[in-house]
């Protein structure tokens, strides 16, 4: 706890600095930096995250009381800077409050500006700017903001119209009016007139006139925010601890909204979308930035050929755009340059994309925020190698900018164009996030959630978005919006979240009521199929096929330099040929994982497999795996030969043998005939194998140990299909891999059975092959034992899902039970077969791998959970030592990056 | 591996001494030990138990090349010290070949006697001794036991008579006569000759003529007999590495059936069955010593007093006894003299009651084996008490002295005194092993692993037993024989398992065929109750009620011993006032481990738990819960009163809730109608709580987390017995343990409950008690995070069920379908649910003590799985430096010694 508890800034001087974003915010921090670079800034003050801890510490009461001194000082200083006196009369100073946490929560919390206004200072200001109309309107939208944010006047059930909102409708119908700009002087007191009425009708107390009495009131409702509903499942979502707590900026207000030769906007220094090297961004003229972000008006472009662009996709000819949706860069010149200006010089410092927000006041530019911008995971990793290319950053630092989990993005399939070209288009709005995206419409998030909890993909369909409506656009495939803009809420969060998302389609008339949406007389109502490009804006009827994606352009060169850098090999777990050759495009120099139950499951060979498990003795079970063994040599051939040169790890039979016989009496009739026996016989067999925790039951090596006719069986498929390839040049690195090893001597005696197999089968074709005898580690006592069972492993694959239910004793077909209220109440703070528990299950991995390296300093070790492909997970594995990870094809990417990360981060 | 693999003794000398028990088996050392202390012993000497392990390692021809010289030097030995000569057919030695192991394992291997006869040495030695009779006696009963065990001459199929036995009936039934000894000479040279017949008929050889040739297959066979069935059984069932070997001592032979001033024998230095201070044993005139051991002839006491006392036992009068079954004390005045004064100088030699094999010939008497001898728990306990006493052992050594597992018999139940004034004695037999039985009638090994494995209790019904109804006696409740004597086959088995035994019923008609048991005319038939009295000898019809043993006497004496050196305490697992007064009786010092859930399956209140579980939200929770509160205070209230002063560590609710629900229809509507609510709103909630792997699933504190209702309830229910009898001043040490916690925050958020509640009912009642708040550690991950976890819980109990169910990944419900192989394979060594695997389950253990004990010094830990009363594991717990083991009432006493012994075991 710094004692210091208020930092200043303004007029190119601060006391903060870049560098203390932790106790300043993202905001505060880079406010104080930009005044120390010369950018101009209105002037103001930040209370640290400090302060956010210590207000749920100690209570609202006595940290207003810590804080009372330094804030009026501070208030002082801005009153100097600007000239103007706050709660003052004649010449009134007005502030916005603002949240600023260290790490970026787009609309997570609540925001207050024109603070400092009341029934007299709204005179001063009307009489100080001789412009009644905007005075009025601030001091409306004070009182609503605040209304809503610092006193809760919220509606009182969820389908109800804000309060607030009820009002401005009502006065607009009076008046006969549609916009709310249309509004007079009159009708906005009017406004303010009755929503302090409300104010006390529903709360029971007057709205406050004393201006310090306002500010305290919005520095705790920001303090507050911090814990609302929203915020809490951000932070979930990103992982942002609650400890981080959020800053408090107070700044001098700056008007947009003074008239024609005002405005206010939001710019990027590169394209968020394609990561292109083009200055773009939006404004609104007579406007407050909210206007902007909240997407009510459909703002104009900043840059004339972004103007151009936007036009043609929006199909508006360039007279109308010239006229009516004049660039910046046309219909204030001057500025625009200045503007230009400052955003390079900006992003030279951060040497990063910036995301700026700025307010011209009466042809006074004044930039309020600069922040690195949040991107899609192509602009990502496009920008990084341009500043790579520029010479603005080095190889590691381009290593380090990409999010890895954000490959996802551009992994995902794109539109198959046949499937493409007969598509029907049925509305246009704007690229807001990249990808395809197809789905079920659903018009309300609680809807979007139980729709896609019921295992189908949606797509969210909205007038416009807000924070509410996260936690459906979070299981959602794709977003549409009819309003708003590049920036609007629905666009920043959809990059943020790698969504596909089209925003602004303004043609589509959307009834929430009824559950449809119109375009063009076409009625589509909830449930229907629709199709989103978020590339290209496009919105198409029904479903429209889709195909993979693939590694090409920047990204390819971003893996050729993760390659250089990485020690982590990065494998697959790939059960078919086609998955082991999606995953040798995308780069995996090996399988890590071939599960060899999966192949049973089609025709023949699950009734061979079935005879295997039903039979009564050795011998039949000899019979049936006779059958099955072409097969199995068939898919492994499969398998090598698109591995061609590199490792493949094959797990023996795992799965307790009741998952493959038929629980149905019309299947079981099948096999009783197949078999000669009598239905009865199979009903007995099949109840029989029936367990009370097959997790822990009869599976893996315990199979092969009791059945070691299966093992034989497999070692010889195995080996088989490798000596036949060998003949047609084909190099295979087969490694056969024992599951479920709790006990050396369990591994030992599937080895025997293994090498004695293998031996037979090599004499008998006269020829032989290199191969490998290693085990999984899953099993909690074989993490503990590791040192004793490398003594006979040539090499472990940590088989992360089953050690992590066993290591905290969750099933994971049932954890739904118990894994939402866990994750709710913070017991988890992620889903532990998501992330890997360092703590606990990665204690095991270490230790193991320790352990194994005492006796056997070469062994192999990898890990072959679905962990293998999450980025903080791959970094833990390169950290403890691990040879390689494995994961599933369209993972491979994000493992590499991930792996060249940790890496990296080695080196710094 | 040591260079010498042969060692000599006799007259005096020996190479060996009794401190290389482990290379020469218990009887070659005490062999030369008893030479060393002036013991007569026929010379002999003894191949160590190395050269057992290098006969599996390298094979048969390699070891028997490598003992050639040693053996060839070591008989001419004995040819030196006997004076005759080994094949010789003037002067002819004949030598006894026998196994000889670590640890004493009667009858579990083959011996063979009389080696060195051949159709001519049998002439010399019938000149040599000028006994035709037994000369012929002794080759025939050597071509018999080397056909049988060297050259398998088994029976062919189970059913059939022994091929040897079938051919000496027809010749007797030829002949006319009964017993064995009514054959004369020629009757003996044809038993002989067909013998060999058969030998040539059924292996395709001839029998081995020469001397050194019968050898090297003797030696051989008893090599191979260390991995015959039953010496693996017995082994499994000991816990006897396979690795310790036997030994082969060859020895001269020395006759006790050479006339009637020749003897065999067995004597004990005290009773091995009450441990009485007593000397006694059995004899037979002119016999072999395996003609007392097969039990084949009833032999005499030794003593007089023994004799007279076994004679009222028997019901034989004392003219009757002293001609037809007079003691040697009678017999061989001289003789017995000179072994009274032996077995005195051999058990103050040893300090501890021996067990003696001896034999007279021709008036000179021989000692052939020496060991501590087997007892019965209670004899163990008296003899330990009693070397104390008499000041031949120190307290240290006796209580080592004891086997803790042993003390089992002495808890088990007696018979009930009024019941068994009712019952009605059919039988009375010797009493050959103490204890009360009481079961169903089986009569094959077979059967009674049948009858067992269904449930029943069983009581094995023999003519006499062999070592192939080993695993029939291990299952049944009892032993009852028709013939044989105290140390006969079943009597010594018996007394080694602790079951109860009579033996030498005389009176018993059993006829195998019809599977039935006829006396007096009564004839009872397989399946049909029998009661038998092992201390007395006595045999009841049918069922006698049987009730608890307690702890008393030399017992009670050896406890109070215990607690002087024990540091670890022992506590219980009790759920009920019943158990937790037995408990307390047998000194446990607090209870680790009261299961809640058992408390609710009776009447009204499984009625209110079902409510409970089956309400749609958690007021209907409440509602059902408040119903269930004043039954858990009075349960709650027994028990503390059963434990008053001492701590009572309660559990909080574990199991999953479909453990409690209806599952049969009616039993689901009488729930819908007791809560107003549809049959199939029961069946649908009934199923919504089923779950794939419920041992993984919802329970444990996962309950108490997301149903914080039952923790409340609970908790008020603890705190509210021990309030309410802190009043009446009882002595209440309430803690209460939260289960399966797997990360810190789950174990915070009970613990808060728990404390709110705790708070809340103190301020309601205005009254207050000292409680502590723990948690079992039985999930992987809590040892793994134990430092985490220690900074909040108070205490620690390993559930070492659980921890070894997630540590291997075994379900104790399905482990039956691979357990049985794992264990034959030797996979597993033993039952890791039965003995505290301490290698991967252990090192958990300690792991998390150590950890747990690093953030909080004075951590109590203890264990509360079935392992508390498993004497290695109790030591294990102690070496690990818990606080305590907590085991079920009757395993009580038994930990108790066990942790005595650990702290012993420390000091030396």
């Known amino acids: 706890m710094t004692e210091k508890r208020v930092y200043t800034f303004g007029n190119g001087k601060a006391e903060g600095r870049a560098d203390m974003r932790n106790l300043l915010g993202g905001k505060g921090a880079n406010l104080a930096e930009m005044n120390l670079i010369g950018v101009p800034v209105p002037p103001g003050f930040t209370i640290t995250t400090d302060v956010c801890n210590e207000y749920y510490a100690i209570g609202k009461e006595r940290v207003v009381e810590l804080l009372k001194d330094d804030v009026t000082k501070a208030v002082h200083h801005i009153e100097t800077l600007m000239n103007s006196k706050f709660g003052d009369v004649e010449n009134p100073l007005l502030v916005s409050v603002r949240s600023g946490a260290r790490a970026s929560m787009p609309g997570m919390m609540d925001t207050i500006l024109n603070l400092g ?20 309107d601030s001091y409306r939208r004070f009182v609503q903001m605040y209304g809503d944010v610092v006193l809760g006047m919220k509606p009182t059930n969820k389908d109800d119209i804000d309060p607030f909102e009820a009002i401005i409708e009502d006065v607009k119908k009076q008046k006969g009016v549609k916009l709310d700009n249309e509004l007079e002087v009159e009708d906005l007191k009017e406004l303010v007139r009755r929503f302090k009425e409300a104010v006390k009708a529903q709360t029971g107390k007057d709205f406050p006139t004393n201006s310090f009495d306002q500010l305290w009131g919005a520095i705790c409702a920001v303090f507050d925010s911090w814990m609302n509903e929203r915020a809490i499942l951000y932070r979930k979502m990103e992982g942002i601890p609650a400890e ?16 024609e030769t005002s405005a206010t906007g939001v710019c990027f220094s590169r394209d968020a979308a394609t990561g292109e090297d083009i200055f773009n961004g939006e404004y609104l003229i007579n406007a407050q930035g909210e206007d902007v972000v909240a997407g009510i008006r459909t703002p104009q472009q900043i840059t004339l050929e972004g103007s151009r662009r936007w036009a043609a996709l929006a199909g508006i000819d360039e007279a109308t755009r010239a006229s009516k949706y004049p660039s ?36 006074k530019l004044w930039f309020l925020q600069t922040r690195n911008g949040k991107r899609t995971g192509a602009a990502m990793v496009k920008i990084a190698m341009d500043l790579l290319r520029q010479g603005m950053i080095d190889e590691k630092t381009a290593i380090l900018r990409v999010e890895p989990n954000k490959l996802d993005e551009l992994l995902h399939p794109v539109f198959d164009k046949t499937a493409l070209a007969n598509a029907k288009v049925i509305a246009k709005g704007l690229p807001a996030s990249p990808g395809a995206a197809c789905g079920r419409i659903v018009f309300f998030a609680d809807d979007a959630a139980k729709w896609a909890s019921d295992g189908h993909k949606v797509v969210m369909v909205r007038i416009e978005t807000s924070p509410e409506d996260l936690a459906g656009m979070q299981v959602a495939e794709g977003i549409l919006t009819a309003r708003g803009g590049m920036t609007s809420h629905a666009a920043v969060v959809a990059r943020g979240m790698g969504k596909c998302c089209v925003s602004g389609a303004g043609m589509l008339n959307i009834n929430y009521k009824e559950r449809t949406v119109e375009v063009d007389g076409l009625v589509l109502k909830e449930g229907d199929f629709i199709s989103l490009n978020g590339t290209t804006g496009q919105v198409y ?22 390659n250089k850098y990485t020690r982590l090999q990065v494998r697959t777990n790939a059960d078919t040929p086609h998955d082991a050759s999606v995953a040798r495009n995308f780069g995996a120099v090996g399988i890590g994982l071939c599960r060899t139950e999966h192949m049973f499951f089609e025709g023949e060979k699950i009734k061979a497999m079935r005879e295997m498990i039903l039979a009564e003795d050795a011998e039949g079970r000899q019979k049936a795996l006779e059958k099955i063994l072409p097969y199995q040599k068939e898919d492994f051939k499969g398998i090598f030969r698109a591995m061609n040169g590199y490792p493949v790890t ?17 299947g079981q009739q099948e096999m009783a005939d197949a078999m000669h026996v009598s239905l009865d016989y199979i009903k007995k067999r099949v109840e029989a194998l029936k367990e009370q925790n097959p997790m822990l039951g009869h599976r893996g090596c315990r199979l092969g140990n009791t059945y070691p006719e299966i093992t034989q069986m497999q070692t ?33 005696a599937q080895e025997k059975i293994i090498r004695a197999e293998a031996n037979k089968l090599f004499s008998e074709m006269n020829e032989s092959i290199e191969y490998k005898v290693g085990t999984m580690i899953e099993v909690p006592r074989a993490a503990l034992t590791a040192d004793r069972i490398a003594s006979k492993a040539e090499f472990f694959s940590f088989g992360t899902n089953d050690l992590t239910q066993m290591t905290f004793g969750y099933s994971r077909d049932d954890i739904a039970s118990f894994l939402p209220i866990y994750l709710e109440k913070k017991i988890l703070k992620v889903d532990p077969f998501q992330v890997l528990d360092q703590n606990g299950v990665g204690q095991l991995v270490k230790m193991a791998t320790e352990k194994g390296r005492s006796v056997r300093e070469d062994l192999k070790c990898g890990i072959c959970g679905e962990h293998g492909g999450e980025p903080s997970s791959v970094k833990f594995c390169h950290r403890v030592g691990l040879n390689y990870v494995s994961c599933s094809p369209y993972r491979v990417p994000i493992a590499r990056l991930a792996a060249a990360q940790a890496a990296v981060e080695d080196t710094l």
Chains 1, 2 share one sequence.
């Open 716 to 748: 010889r498929a195995i080996l088989g299909a490798a000596l036949e390839l060998k003949k047609e040049g084909v190099v295979c690195r087969p490694e056969i891999m024992v599951p479920l090893t709790g006990i050396l001597y369990e591994f030992e």
């Open 541 to 562: 009827e029904g479903q429209v096929t889709t195909k993979a994606a693939e590694v090409s352009g920047d990204f390819a060169d971003l893996m050729d330099l993760c």
């Open 650 to 666: 094959v797990r023996l039979l795992d799965p307790p043998l009741h998952e493959f016989v038929p629980h149905d009496e019309k």
């Open 117 to 136: 206004l009341n029934d007299e200072v709204v005179e001063g200001l009307t009489r100080k700017t001789g412009n009644a109309r905007f005075a009025w």
């Open 328 to 363: 910046m860069e046309e219909a204030m010149p001057a500025i625009y340059k200045e503007l230009d200006s400052i955003q390079t010089k900006l992003e030279n410092h951060y040497r990063d994309m910036q995301d700026m927000e700025f307010t011209v006041q009466e042809g």
């Open 244 to 259: 981080w707590g959020t800053a408090v900026t107070v700044q001098a207000m700056v008007f947009g909204n003074m008239g």
